[in-house]
């Protein structure tokens, strides 16, 4: 083992807003609160500051070997596509050229402060030997000790020897590993086609197939000018209605570039949990568009920062590329001065009342700011500065067995049981789902954050949840979550769906908690237009809440067009559904089921299971009207 000491530094920055000074001590690779120091290497950082090591959240490192090529600067995206496969095909791309532009490309990374990189690895010549080029990749990012997320992209490949190419790069780099991370954090796997306008459906479909089987991430190009042309002239459609189509807007999906977007489609994005990334220095000297980061940021989708592949942009410093960022930010719309966060977690609610706070600019990398690893972690791989990876970690939310407070607690001391519904959460088949309301007092005027803290705080209790019950079973950190409960963190549209699964509720629920509320002595009418209201994932499909404010009823607008049912849902309130478009078809267990047609009603009472799903897989629309659970305890102590 080797202990390094960095001493000396004016400052260590350990996250945001946590700064301090002293040694930072580093036991075998990772940061350690302490060691035995005895023969360890001194790093004098006299002057200096301590920071985390930045992400490379997109890049192509193939292309550090084919850079400024004659004829390939400044042309459209349809030239430059083929000048660069002929390239390709002219040097003979194997394990030897990939591992030395990987090198040379992860040196570069390095040499300005990037310790992580990912690298959509799109050529893969007929014959060629796919895992050693793989192999090669991975074995550059070891000897240099860069951290490496490696996707198996595809560009014009048989879908069928993609897929299997897939499968026999994780076979031979991270097999049986979950997430496809390797045993010490240096290396994921992902996969993902180039995008639309290079590979067919069945393409996007077998790899989705090898995520799934393997828990990977997965990741692909969109709206960078030339997809979209090709996307309307091959299908008529725009490239997100087909990833949609496809199943590729997703929590687990990234998506680079996004130059050509509409506010439609961030919408859509931003309820899905998709990530993106954003590569000025590749998109704006070729003249291939500005991605809208502002108007992504603010619609709740987190953006990494990437520098994208040599060929397009000459280069691989991602702090140019951030200052290049910064520079071109006005041209379509305000800057993107970046967000506040928290140690754990940030991004956006997406919401429509108010701006985020500006805050320092972070390269954004898997939904998550990089950040500097906490002083004392062991763990292999996660103490590191960089320890998440471009693609983001798999995990999956667990579902609390809980169903809540005590019967003594439900029903008061007296035994005799308190007015109103019981608060139990609901519960279904794998998980639990219920709609509750945030206790918000009239006397005072909370953030957007502050009410969102108690409404969870209230949910929280009403389950009779520890913080750090919670905590384990959303899969995110204790001090986090004491944050977000105090308001003083806002947490990304991934977190928010783990807390939505942990406490029983949806997504959507928890955005329209943070909203402002009505004045208790507000009689008026909450009007909600068309085409407004809060949108978020429901159940198996899309809800749009069609009311504001405090209220004893939760009316939501669903939209689904799934052909399996997915779990049974058993709760608390009562519920009233009616169909608006389309057909569905109810089950109720043990009480058979029902095909409802346009115009056709069901009432639900308290603890009726029931799902729903489309017989032949069309569109269809629901009205549903829910009651809502108010949670108490937002202005309790909170507990650990």
Not at 11 to 32: C, F, K, S
Not at 359 to 376: E, I, K, N, T
Not at 448 to 455: C, I, K, P, V
Not at 577 to 594: A, C, D, K, N, Q
Request: hydrophobic share 40%.
């Amino acid at each position: 083992m080797s202990v390094v000491v960095i001493r000396g530094a004016v400052a260590v920055l350990e996250g945001p807003g946590r700064v301090r000074t002293g040694d930072v001590v580093i036991d075998d690779g990772i940061v350690v609160e302490s060691a035995d120091t005895t023969g360890a290497r001194i790093i004098d950082a006299a002057g200096g500051v301590v920071t985390a090591g930045l992400v490379n959240a997109h890049h192509h490192l193939l292309q550090t070997a084919f850079r400024t090529l004659p004829g390939t600067r400044g042309i459209p995206m349809r030239e430059w596509l083929p000048a660069m496969a002929a390239a390709y095909g002219a040097a003979g791309v194997d394990p030897e050229l990939t591992g030395l532009a990987a090198s040379a490309g992860l040196a570069e990374a390095l040499l300005s402060g990037v310790t992580t990189v990912a690298d959509h690895h799109l050529t893969w010549p007929q014959g060629a030997d796919d895992v050693g080029m793989a192999r090669a990749a991975a074995a550059a990012a070891s000897d240099l000790g860069a951290r490496l997320v490696f996707v198996r992209g595809a560009a014009r490949d048989d879908p069928q020897e993609a897929a299997a190419s897939a499968q026999a790069i994780v076979e031979a780099l991270v097999a049986d590993r979950p997430g496809g991370v390797s045993v010490d954090g240096m290396l994921q796997v992902a996969v993902g086609p180039a995008g639309v306008h290079s590979d067919p459906r069945e393409t996007f479909d077998l790899l989705t197939e090898v995520a799934r089987r393997h828990g990977l991430r997965r990741r692909t190009q969109a709206n960078e000018v030339v997809d979209v042309e090709v996307a309307l002239e091959r299908y008529g459609r725009r490239p997100i209605d087909l990833l949609q189509d496809w199943g590729w807007v997703d929590a687990d999906v990234t998506l680079a570039h996004l130059c050509d977007v509409t506010a439609d489609e961030i919408t859509r994005l931003a309820a899905a949990g998709v990530t993106a990334t954003h590569a000025p220095g590749c998109d704006v000297p070729m003249g291939w568009g500005v991605a809208p980061v502002r108007r992504l940021l603010d619609a709740g989708i987190p953006v990494g920062l990437g520098t994208s592949g040599g060929g397009s942009n000459d280069a691989g410093h991602l702090l140019a590329d951030a200052r290049l960022a910064m520079q071109v930010s006005s041209l379509v719309g305000p800057a993107a001065a970046g967000i506040r966060g928290s140690d754990d977690d940030d991004g956006g609610l997406g919401r429509r009342t108010r701006p985020p706070r500006a805050g320092p600019a972070h390269p954004r990398v898997g939904g998550r700011r990089v950040r500097l690893g906490r002083v004392g972690s062991r763990r292999r791989g996660r103490g590191r500065s960089d320890r998440r990876a471009a693609v983001g970690r798999a995990r999956a939310p667990t579902a609390h067995g809980d169903r809540g407070r005590s019967d003594r607690r439900r029903r008061g001391a007296t035994g005799r049981r308190r007015r109103g519904r019981d608060r139990r959460p609901a519960v279904r088949e794998g998980g639990t789902m219920t709609t509750m309301a945030p206790a918000i007092s009239a006397e005072t005027t909370p953030t957007s954050e502050e009410r969102l803290g108690a409404h969870l705080r209230g949910l929280r209790k009403a389950r009779g949840l520890t913080l750090t019950q919670l905590a384990e079973a959303a899969t995110l950190s204790h001090p986090f979550l004491s944050q977000l409960e105090r308001g003083l963190a806002r947490p990304s549209m991934a977190s928010l769906e783990r807390l939505a699964r942990a406490l029983g509720t949806s997504r959507v629920e928890l955005i329209a908690a943070s909203e402002p509320p009505r004045a208790d002595h507000d009689a008026q009418p909450s009007f909600v237009a068309a085409g407004e209201g809060v949108v978020g994932p429901y159940a198996e499909g899309t809800a749009r809440l069609l009311a504001e404010g405090p209220r004893r009823f939760e009316p939501l607008e669903f939209t689904g067009s799934n052909d399996q049912p997915g779990d049974h849902y058993v709760h608390d309130e009562d519920e009233f559904l009616t169909v608006l478009e389309g057909s569905v078809v109810i089950s109720f267990g043990p009480f058979g089921e029902r095909t409802l047609h346009v115009g056709d009603s069901v009432y639900c009472r308290s603890g009726t299971p029931h799902r729903w799903h489309s017989p032949d897989g069309r569109t269809y629309r629901l009205l549903i009207v829910k009651e809502v659970v108010h949670g108490d305890g937002a202005d309790d102590a909170i507990d650990v």
